[in-house]
């Protein structure tokens, strides 16, 4: 992600020329709301630094990610009835950016650790999450479920979760992946995954003072390029997937499976949906 760092921006200002403190602060502000001292204080005190969530918080919401995920609901024709979820969407993509940026592994078990011990009573405010206690499977699986809704909105393959497909199952799924209603929706999907990334990578790269860009970079665009999740495969990967050895039919068998039945049970335009 290209978010300004402390180093970077200490770099452009160059101190040592006269009035760079100055320029050094002014930017510290500007892009962390911070000085230098207190940035680099709290990086070194604190292992999510709240600077890096409220960084986050703002690449989220200049990138108007709430208004798509809320676009993509109406489309999906998902309900906003029920209780208030515990996590809301964007504080997960806030999350993911934030321990991206502290240099923390993006896994359930650290982003509930960082929910249950690391998020003050501010973090939890401008994330929106919910104050309410729990232990570390349950905030585990409330993670899990977070995620999930959001892999909902953008998973341009869906598939049955938790199984092993065999035979007349995984026979019956593959034809449905080859229909048009299905590569339909990958495409949708992937358009959704695309412009999610690029409104975020396009946050921040706003968020870098233009100067530092046009030092570092060259001229800044006044549109930036757009990055696109389709390709082709190259030729070393299309010859690791040729050697990749496919799982054994005993090894298969050893698995049993409990949902093939319901799954063959579902109606035609909807087996491929998320279970």
Not at 13 to 37: C, I, K, N, T, W
Not at 45 to 71: G, Q, S
Not at 141 to 153: K, P, S
Request: hydrophobic share 35%; net charge positive.
């Amino acid at each position: 992600m290209s978010v300004a760092t402390s180093a970077s921006i200490s770099a452009a200002a160059r101190p040592e020329e006269p009035g760079g403190y100055l320029r050094l602060g002014q930017r510290m502000q500007d892009v962390f709301g911070r000085s230098h001292d207190e940035y680099e204080n709290e990086v070194a005190n604190e292992t999510l630094p709240t600077v890096y969530l409220e960084v986050a918080h703002r690449l989220v919401a200049a990138a108007r990610t709430a208004e798509d995920f809320a676009k993509w609901k109406k489309e999906a024709r998902l309900s906003n009835a029920g209780a208030k979820p515990l996590i809301p969407l964007t504080a997960v993509i806030t999350l993911f950016l934030a321990h991206a940026m502290a240099g923390l592994p993006v896994t359930y078990t650290e982003l509930a650790t960082t929910i249950r011990r690391r998020l003050k009573h501010n973090g939890r405010e401008l994330l929106g999450i919910s104050h309410k206690h729990g232990t570390d499977l349950q905030w585990y699986n409330r993670v899990w479920a977070a995620v999930d809704r959001v892999v909902e909105l953008i998973d341009p393959y869906p598939a049955p979760t938790n199984v092993i497909l065999k035979d007349e199952a995984w026979t019956e799924f593959y034809a449905l992946t080859q229909t048009p209603e299905y590569r339909a929706n990958t495409d949708a999907m992937l358009d959704r995954f695309d412009d999610l990334i690029n409104n975020i990578l396009h946050a921040s790269l706003d968020l870098l003072p233009r100067d530092i860009w046009d030092r570092y970079i060259g001229t800044s665009p006044s549109t930036p390029p757009r990055l696109r999740s389709r390709a082709a495969p190259t030729r070393r990967r299309r010859e690791a997937i040729a050697r990749t050895p496919t799982r054994s039919r005993a090894d298969t068998d050893a698995r049993k499976t409990t949902t093939e039945k319901e799954l063959r049970q579902m109606p035609p335009r909807t087996r491929w949906k998320r279970q």
